[in-house]
Every structure is written in C-alpha cells, then in structure tokens.
C-alpha cells in the first residue's frame, strides 16, 4: 500500500478541501449554465413585454441576470471556508467572465455579417457587470455558509 497523499489531495492542505482543478471545473458547472439560463430567461421575459423594442438599452438586464443566477448557483453549490472566500471570489470572477466573453463571442461569431458586432468596450463592461453581479450573491452565502460552521 502507499503511504502518499490521495488523489487530488496534496500534502500541505487538509483532506477535506477541495484542490483548485476540481473547484474551477465545478466553478465552470455552475456558471455556464448559470449564465445561459438566466439570460434565456430574461430574453423571454423582456421579449414577451416588449420592453427590448422600446428601450433597448435594458439588455444589460440579461446580463445581469445570467450573473445573478450564476452567484445563486455558486453560493449553493461550494462551500469555501473562511480563509478561502477571497479567493474563491477570485476565481469565480474569472471563470465568469471567462464564460461570459466565450457565450458574447459565440453569439457574435452566429450573427448575419451584415450586423455590427459587439465592441471591446461592450465585451469589457459586459465582463465587469456579470461579475459583480455573481459575486453580489455568492460572496454573502459564502460569508453566511462560513460564519455558521
């Protein structure tokens, strides 16, 4: 038998913490279809008021959105302890704006080519505001989840 660490375990952190590959794919199970749910949903909600024809400047509405849900989802799912929130935070900002520019960019790449595509500047604010929308909720379940163990 072997006398070393077990899988996905190292020796300088306790056994029953997570190691960082299996929180990141985790991360990426939550928020992706974290995101693209929620902004289905506020596709269909905005859509079906006609809200989006007379003030298109509410799609950030769906951005926002995709990252609330996305936050709900990660503030269910892990469960950091207390010297890990920040970066969990950290990488859950990432991952989300990672999904988010990989979802903006995929629905560029569908678009007619006749139809102006999304700026930088777009991608740039579009990655901002979901991700302070999904650390809006993750971080204060975190912060709950902590203080009661």
């Not at 990141?24 to 024809?53: D, I, K, W």
């Not at 790449?109 to 901002?128: E, I, K, M, N, Y």
Request: no cysteine; charged share 10%; aromatic share 6%.
């Amino acid at each position: 038998m072997s006398s070393g660490p077990a899988y996905g375990v190292s020796s300088r952190t306790r056994p029953d913490r997570l190691s960082w590959p299996r929180v990141l794919v985790r991360m990426l199970l939550v928020v992706l279809p974290g995101q693209l749910l929620g902004n289905f949903l506020a596709v269909a909600v905005l859509g079906a008021s006609g809200a989006l024809r007379d003030r298109p400047g509410l799609s950030v509405l769906m951005i926002i959105a995709g990252g609330l849900l996305a936050g709900v989802g990660l503030g269910i799912v892990l469960r950091p302890e207390r010297d890990q929130i920040v970066a969990y935070a950290a990488a859950a900002a990432g991952v989300g704006i990672a999904v988010f520019v990989l979802l903006l960019g995929l629905a560029q790449l569908r678009l007619p080519a006749v139809t102006p595509g999304a700026s930088l500047s777009d991608f740039l604010l579009g990655a901002l505001v979901v991700a302070v929308a999904q650390m809006a909720i993750a971080l204060p379940l975190w912060w709950q989840r902590a203080r009661n163990t």
